[in-house]
């Protein structure tokens, strides 16, 4: 069981669990077609993210495998909502995980992702004490693989045509950590 005790500080960011006041942030990254362009959601409209908002707030703790905790990242200079994380845990049995992350495009390459993500690492290798972390993105997201890869994550495959991605084939990385390798 993780409940995080909130906030996390890091230097420039706040974590922290959603609440229905950052609808308007949400939407405003949730919103646009280069951020969904390789999630498994299109772009939100307002009442659509107004309903992912809904089930991340009662995504506070993980209590079992299975469960998924979402966590928000807010810039402590402005309060302002900059981000959505999430920690999937994927098996209580085998001790694995998954990370995912969504950044308002505004924020991009001031090294804000990596702060956060790293703090989601520690919750999953630490907090909850899992034995493998993992994240995954479509080949062509240079972004998330590079931002994967500055966290020490190594890149453990490279599907080739996987799976059916918004109507056309799609290539997937996987990259992953086990815990000695977050401890040393």
């Given amino acids: 069981m993780l409940k995080p005790s909130y906030p996390i500080a890091t ?3 706040l974590l922290r669990p959603f609440t229905m ?3 308007d942030d ?3 990254f949730h919103s ?4 969904a362009r390789y999630l498994y959601w299109d772009a939100r409209t307002r009442d659509e993210t107004g309903e992912a908002l809904a089930t991340k707030i009662g995504q ?3 209590r079992e495998g299975g469960d998924v905790l979402a966590v928000a ?3 402590r200079e402005t309060g302002a909502l900059i981000g959505d994380l999430s920690l999937f845990w994927r098996s209580a049995e085998h001790r694995q995980g998954e990370i995912g992350f969504v950044f308002h495009p505004a924020c991009h390459g001031r090294g804000l992702a990596t702060e956060a993500s790293r703090e ?9 004490g899992l034995h493998r972390l993992y994240g995954r993105c479509d080949a062509r997201n240079t972004p998330s693989a590079r931002l994967m890869e500055r966290l ?3 890149r453990e495959a490279h599907l080739v045509e996987n799976e059916m991605f918004k109507g056309e084939w799609s290539d997937e990385l996987v990259y992953g950590m086990l815990q000695r390798e977050w401890n040393s």
């Avoid at 646009?32 to 951020?35: A, G, M, N, Y």
């Fill in 11 to 13: 230097p420039r960011l």
């Fill in 21 to 23: 006041d950052d609808l």
């Fill in 26 to 28: 949400l939407y405003s």
């Fill in 32 to 35: 646009l077609p280069d951020v």
């Fill in 60 to 62: 506070a703790e993980l």
């Fill in 73 to 75: 990242v807010e810039l």
């Fill in 120 to 128: 989601i690492l520690r919750l999953g290798f630490d907090g909850l």
């Fill in 152 to 154: 020490g994550m190594r």
